[in-house]
Nanobody, 126 residues
Framework: VQLQAFGGGLVQAGDSLRLSCAAS????????MGWFRQAPGKEREFVAA????????DHADSVKGRFTISRDIAKNTVYLQMNSLKPEDTAVYYC????????????????????WGPGTQVTVSS
């Protein structure tokens, strides 16, 4: 599967953005999909995941209540709706795909995903 994330940009604190991750080569419903982010000088960190069944989602504590992961199988696309953005959300955001046998399986570690797309920059000004 090939992944392409887009939708990033420069916004002000409190604004919203929706990131999209378009998949090609295989259906997103075959994979558990994750969003990660990496700020300068920091390690890549988990943001959100949705299991291949779509029945299980998880969000990092730092974004719970503000970010929501979802997917559109018909468009073969996974989304990350980001509301109430904060300057600390500034990072390059990556989407990733992993294979799990469990219908609810996912990982919060980057090592749990073996397909990655190029990132999209999100910058939130104060």
């Amino acid at each position: 599967v090939q992944l392409q994330a887009f939708g990033g940009g420069l916004v002000q604190a409190g604004d919203s953005l929706r990131l999209s991750c378009a998949a090609s080569g295989r259906a997103v419903s075959y994979y558990t999909m994750g969003w990660f982010r990496q700020a300068p000088g920091k390690e890549r960190e988990f943001v959100a995941a949705i299991s291949w069944s779509g029945g299980n989602t998880d969000h990092a504590d730092s974004v719970k209540g503000r970010f929501t992961i979802s997917r559109d199988i018909a468009k073969n696309t996974v989304y990350l709706q980001m509301n109430s953005l904060k300057p600390e959300d500034t990072a390059v955001y990556y989407c990733a795909a992993g294979i799990y046998s469990s219908s609810s399986g996912y990982s919060t570690s980057p090592t749990g995903y073996n397909h990655w797309g190029p990132g999209t920059q999100v910058t939130v000004s104060s």
